[in-house]
């Protein structure tokens, strides 16, 4: 249980272009769902935080106009990556949240989404 | 504010020895979650376990056992008898308790630590 999938896996673009990443929690209802952002050799760094019907919140630096967020369902949440530019090349992953007994939420993660923009 | 600390970069070791990968973090909740996930070389996070602070009790799973002491605020994880598939990055990360009402609980992880199990 508890399955995420992440789609697509990797994707090339050119700069300039808009490329959109699809998280989603198959086997299970998650009200909040996580984009977070790897570089090789780091940590996950959070990019927003995603609840189902409401506006995303970004964290601090995150260019909202930029990453956009959609959490339309309980089982999908979409981040698109508007006008595309090298730097924006990572290592993106989603989770979501399953909210268990005792006050807190497990979060899933995605497979990862690698985007490489030229 | 919460932080995790993972002192250990990298760690190489030898099959089958066992090896302890360190997790010490900060925060002023009194009540919090402390997680630990394996990223292997494909890149995704997969979830190891949770702890609740209240339960100071160590878990043990297969080869996997999980030291709690919250005297020294750490969680450290070790792995028995260590295999060539645990070689991955390990992550320790920290989360508050929320209430049911609330957003989902956001995680602060560790650097994070590669270790490679040789053959």
């Known amino acids: 249980g508890a399955v995420v999938s992440q789609h697509p896996s990797r994707v090339i673009c050119k700069s300039g272009t808009s490329v959109k990443i699809e998280c989603r929690s198959l086997?299970?209802?998650?009200?909040?769902m996580f984009w977070y952002r790897q570089f090789p050799k780091q940590s996950l760094m959070l990019m927003a935080t995603?609840?189902?019907?409401?506006?995303?919140?970004?964290e601090q630096g995150v260019e909202k106009d930029k990453f956009l967020i959609n959490h339309a369902s309980l089982t999908l949440s979409t981040l698109t990556v508007t006008s595309a530019h090298p730097e924006d090349s990572s290592f993106y992953i989603c989770s979501a949240a399953l909210r268990l007994g005792g006050g807190t939420d497990t979060q899933y993660f995605g497979p990862g989404t690698r985007l490489t923009v030229l | 504010a919460q932080k995790v600390t993972q002192a250990q970069t990298e760690i190489s070791v030898v099959e089958k020895e066992d090896v302890t990968l360190d997790c010490v973090y900060e925060?002023?909740?009194?009540?919090?979650?402390l997680f630990w996930y394996k990223q292997p070389p494909s890149g995704e996070l997969v979830f190891l376990i949770r702890r609740n602070s209240f339960d100071e009790q160590n878990e043990i799973s297969g080869r996997y056992s999980w030291n709690f002491q919250k005297s020294t605020s750490s969680f450290n994880f070790t792995i028995t008898a260590s295999q060539v598939v645990d070689s991955a990055v390990y992550f320790c990360?920290?989360?508050?308790?929320?209430?049911?009402?609330?957003?989902?609980?956001?995680?602060?992880f560790g650097e994070g630590t590669q270790l490679t199990v040789n053959p």
């Open positions: 995603s609840n189902e019907g409401s506006k995303a919140t970004y």
């Open positions: 925060t002023r909740d009194t009540t919090y979650y």
């Open positions: 086997d299970f209802q998650a009200t909040t």
């Open positions: 990360a920290l989360s508050p308790r929320r209430g049911w009402e609330t957003s989902g609980s956001r995680l602060t």
